[in-house]
């Protein structure tokens, strides 16, 4: 299914199981609207290239993938809906805002820089203009993810929800890690409140099976994705997967590097060992 804001990948209903990746920065695209003055390789300094296709392989066995179809940078649909830095608008937003450190950061649900010190816009954004990007892509995202995340649930009384990422291979000034070389994978399931540390623990030996090095919770932790649809207590679970780039892309050139092939693989393998998982726990 496409529209503006997502491409859904889904199986059959006889085929689905509760089982939902989403990928919420790995579109390249930014709307003519946009009309920001950051440099092209600035901007795509924060996007997850090409993790939807890593992933890609998981509709094999059942799981539902979604992606989104508009660059992070122009709206992030892993912010709250009001994490807005109210410096970036020409006028007082009319409801209540709640900054994070993140937008104060710069990185909010519209971005202010794209990187440290390179500003996204020459220009304060009008409340309009906030209003469309909200209305035309996060709401009917986040509407999307709901919608597949809660049938899911209401099916199988048990959702497992992965929110798919990449990361630099060392932390910027942006970064609560400035400077550090970062492994090959970060789980982050904000400290045990978002999934059952079990499931958590059990990823990162299944990556760890396959020779890569695994964090969890250091140094991302999830963040909206995560937060706004886990509730592990009824069984709804959800994990943060943060890929470092080096393991399939030139962080240069963006180009798909000669591990692009191994990993895609790899993903692919994990998501069958999910599909298992999940299945034994609903028996």
Same mark, same amino acid.
């Given at each position: ?23 919420? $920065? ?132 048990? %959702?497992?929800?992965?929110?798919? $990422? ?59 994705? %995560? ?57």
């Amino acid at each position: 299914m496409m529209q503006d804001a997502y491409f859904l990948t889904a199986p059959d209903d006889d085929k689905r199981i509760p089982l939902i990746f989403d990928s919420p $920065h790995s579109s390249r695209f930014c709307p003519s609207d946009m009309q920001a003055i950051a440099p092209e390789a600035a901007l795509m300094s924060g996007w997850d290239a090409y993790v939807d296709e890593l992933w890609s392989g998981a509709s094999q066995f059942g799981a539902s993938l979604l992606a989104a179809r508009v660059h992070r940078s122009y709206i992030d649909f892993n912010r709250a809906r009001s994490d807005i830095d109210p410096e970036l608008l020409d006028q007082p937003w009319p409801e209540a805002l709640k900054v994070s450190e993140k937008s104060k950061a710069g990185m909010g649900l519209i971005r202010r820089y794209a990187l440290p010190g390179v500003q996204m816009y020459d220009r304060k954004l009008s409340i309009a203009e906030v209003q469309h990007r909200i209305k035309r892509y996060y709401d009917p995202y986040h509407a999307q993810l709901q919608q597949l995340i809660s049938a899911a649930h209401a099916r199988f009384g048990q %959702v497992w929800h992965i929110d798919c $990422h990449s990361m630099k291979s060392v932390g910027n000034a942006m970064n609560i890690d400035n400077g550090a070389r970062r492994p090959d994978f970060v789980l982050g399931d904000r400290d045990g409140s978002a999934a059952d540390p079990a499931f958590t623990e059990w990823v990162a030996q299944q990556l760890q099976g396959q020779g890569y090095v695994v964090k969890i919770n250091d140094p991302y932790r999830g963040a909206e994705l %995560v937060r706004a649809y886990s509730d592990p207590q009824r069984g709804r679970y959800s994990i943060q997967i943060e890929i470092n780039r080096a393991l399939y892309m030139d962080e240069q050139s963006l180009e798909r590097s000669a591990g692009f092939a191994a990993l895609q693989h790899n993903l692919t393998q994990l998501a069958g060992q999910m599909s298992r998982y999940i299945s034994g726990k609903l028996t």
